[in-house]
């Protein structure tokens, strides 16, 4: 190659650009590559034109809205999904969707029950364990479980209402605390005499 260095250099240049172009490999003069991205965002001056998505940091706040327009639109109504199901959705990392999670809680969106899961704040009355609680106390004040009445076993309860074990055991639990239900050890649980 001959001339003077300043016309060898863009000549080089210019094969170079020509061997990325066949080869698929992004030109380090294209402002939208990753390396000028990464650049930009180093000098603390990002161009929106330049960086289409949000920074990673903000990941979390962008799931968090998210999930708190679809709690607004009523989506949510049984209970938000695993942590595992949001993190493929959004095709993020577990942590993230916690943080996210976790930022819905404090600002009160939702609350975390244990047996349940994450609910959505104002629906306490939707939780399973809830409304177990609610028909076992129905029956207890109607008198079709008299007191001294032996409470069925977590597996019936558990077919009948179509839950985890450890939703009808926090039902059950929740009755026991409020006074409805005692519990004898070794025997089971048994509607309490009213006091």
């Given at each position: 190659?001959?001339?003077?260095?300043?016309?060898?250099?863009?000549?080089l240049s210019?094969?170079?650009?020509?061997?990325?172009?066949?080869?698929?490999?992004?030109?380090?003069?294209?402002?939208?590559?990753?390396?000028?991205?990464?650049?930009?965002?180093?000098?603390?001056?990002?161009?929106?034109?330049?960086?289409?998505?949000?920074?990673?940091?903000?990941?979390?706040?962008?799931?968090?809205?998210?999930?708190?327009?679809?709690?607004?639109?009523?989506?949510?109504?049984?209970?938000?999904?695993?942590?595992?199901?949001?993190?493929?959705?959004f095709e993020?990392?577990?942590?993230?969707?916690?943080?996210?999670l976790r930022?819905?809680?404090?600002?009160?969106?939702?609350?975390?029950?244990?047996?349940?899961?994450?609910?959505?704040?104002?629906?306490?009355?939707?939780?399973?364990?809830?409304?177990?609680?609610?028909?076992?106390?129905?029956?207890?004040?109607?008198?079709?479980?008299?007191?001294?009445?032996?409470?069925?076993?977590?597996?019936?309860?558990?077919?009948?209402?179509?839950?985890?074990?450890?939703?009808?055991?926090?039902?059950?639990?929740?009755?026991?605390?409020?006074?409805?239900?005692?519990?004898?050890?070794?025997?089971?649980?048994?509607?309490?005499?009213?006091?």
């Amino acid at each position: 190659m001959t001339g003077q260095p300043g016309q060898q250099y863009s000549e080089l240049s210019g094969a170079l650009v020509q061997v990325r172009a066949i080869t698929g490999q992004p030109d380090s003069r294209d402002t939208t590559s990753q390396g000028a991205r990464g650049k930009l965002e180093r000098d603390g001056r990002p161009k929106e034109e330049c960086v289409p998505s949000p920074s990673p940091r903000g990941t979390y706040q962008v799931i968090s809205q998210a999930l708190r327009e679809r709690i607004a639109a009523g989506a949510y109504v049984d209970g938000l999904p695993s942590e595992a199901e949001i993190g493929r959705e959004f095709e993020v990392a577990r942590t993230t969707v916690r943080r996210a999670l976790r930022a819905l809680e404090e600002s009160g969106d939702i609350k975390t029950v244990a047996g349940v899961g994450r609910i959505v704040a104002g629906a306490a009355g939707n939780a399973p364990y809830e409304r177990i609680m609610a028909d076992l106390l129905e029956q207890i004040r109607s008198g079709d479980l008299p007191a001294g009445t032996r409470l069925p076993s977590e597996a019936s309860l558990v077919e009948r209402y179509g839950v985890s074990r450890g939703t009808v055991r926090r039902a059950v639990r929740e009755l026991e605390t409020a006074g409805h239900v005692e519990a004898r050890h070794g025997v089971g649980r048994f509607v309490s005499s009213p006091s």
